[in-house]
DNA sequence: TACTTATTAATAATAACTACTATTAACTTT
DNA sequence: AAAGTTAATAGTAGTTATTATTAATAAGTA
């Protein structure tokens, strides 16, 4: 079977349109609002195909699983290392250009956890709820 | 009606042992954690008077409701402004003592949201999971 | 006291996933 | 290339965490 660089998945028709639609969207879908737009593609895809590969391609590194806050998850193509701003009135992500580091100091935090990373995210108000 | 400082909620006796109980956690647990132990204290407890009392107690500023990755939601009755950090394997999640700032350069991003705060959390592996 | 409103326990309903199943497609070995 | 093996899919049933509903009760007010 022919692995992929990245990672250990075949990238089938259902996957590479995800894919590429996730890519060009900068609005950071969740699922459900992503399988909306890959079936005008691919009508006869299942949604329970698109949760499966979005797990899937951010397993294998293709996309990033977005954490913090709201009860759905989000996806996002953009690989670039970047900050996210959530409205918290209608839970929509956008990207932060501007890459923010934390202070070396904070390297060493008092913790019985073996660190790993930090997420930081901004919150706020989008144009469109204001 | 006797309404409390805080907010505009009637403490019962319900709420009271919920808070009591979650202020003396360090765990910051889920609702359905939250409801095993207040239970010992008040046995007819309904599940459903946790989670909706657990939504009232943080709109009205007495605790704290974690956002961040994971799909429960996790409640913290420590007041204090700290910084947590979550276990990726079990999820569970810890306090940081120490209170992290973000630098002064970052307050003013490019975005067109209207910019209300930010969040920090980091994640790592618990002595439990380690 | 009688009335009004808030809160509760119990349970039904919902949203967002996630697992299962039969089928098909892709790859491997003969 | 045929047969065998594994992976992926569509469709759907099931699960989990949470939220809404409802009838009963408790608390506050006129």
Not at 12 to 31: C, S, Y
Not at 75 to 101: A, L, P, S, Y
Not at 115 to 126: E, H, K, M
């Amino acid at each position: 079977m022919k692995k992929d660089k990245l990672g250990a998945i075949r990238l089938t028709e259902q996957r590479k349109v995800i894919l590429e639609e996730l890519k060009q969207l900068k609005t950071h879908p969740t699922a459900d609002e992503l399988y909306f737009i890959v079936k005008k593609i691919l009508p006869k895809i299942s949604i329970a195909t698109v949760y499966r590969n979005l797990e899937a391609l951010s397993a294998a590194g293709y996309i990033i699983k977005i954490k913090s806050a709201g009860n759905q998850k989000r996806f996002d193509g953009n690989m670039q290392e970047h900050t996210h701003i959530r409205c918290i009135k209608c839970n929509k992500v956008r990207d932060i250009e501007d890459k923010i580091e934390l202070p070396e100091k904070y390297k060493n935090l008092k913790t019985d956890f073996n660190i790993i990373g930090f997420n930081i995210d901004l919150y706020g108000i989008c144009p469109n709820c204001l």
